[in-house]
């Protein structure tokens, strides 16, 4: 089973948008014209439960991870058979300053 898994985005919205252009330059220009309708259907399906889920968790603005299980049919047909979505949370574990250089004293002494 071919899987598709992109790379941390800072957004879910911007995890789908990197999504929507794998599934088009794959599934869709490429394709023969009989199976481009039922490979967009596919997608659509896809990507509405995939919006309906986080919009849910309400974290659409949340750093996100987007994985794709799917299947090939013969002609080329995109079958997705699941979808797993890594909500992350961005928080500092540490910070710390470096000086390079100390403040010089007025007058330049």
Request: glycine share 4%; net charge positive; proline share 6%.
């Amino acid at each position: 089973m071919p899987v598709q898994r992109f790379r941390i985005t800072p957004t879910s919205r911007g995890a789908l948008f990197k999504a929507k252009r794998w599934f088009y330059s794959t599934f869709y220009t490429k394709a023969p014209a009989e199976v481009k309708e039922e490979n967009k259907k596919a997608w659509t399906s896809l990507a509405a439960k995939i919006v309906e889920e986080v919009n849910a968790r309400n974290a659409s603005d949340k750093p996100t991870r987007l994985t794709i299980n799917y299947e090939v049919g013969p002609r080329g047909e995109f079958k997705p058979i699941s979808a797993v979505i890594e909500l992350m949370e961005i928080k500092p574990l540490e910070n710390f300053t470096i000086k390079i250089a100390e403040k010089s004293e007025a007058g330049g002494k």
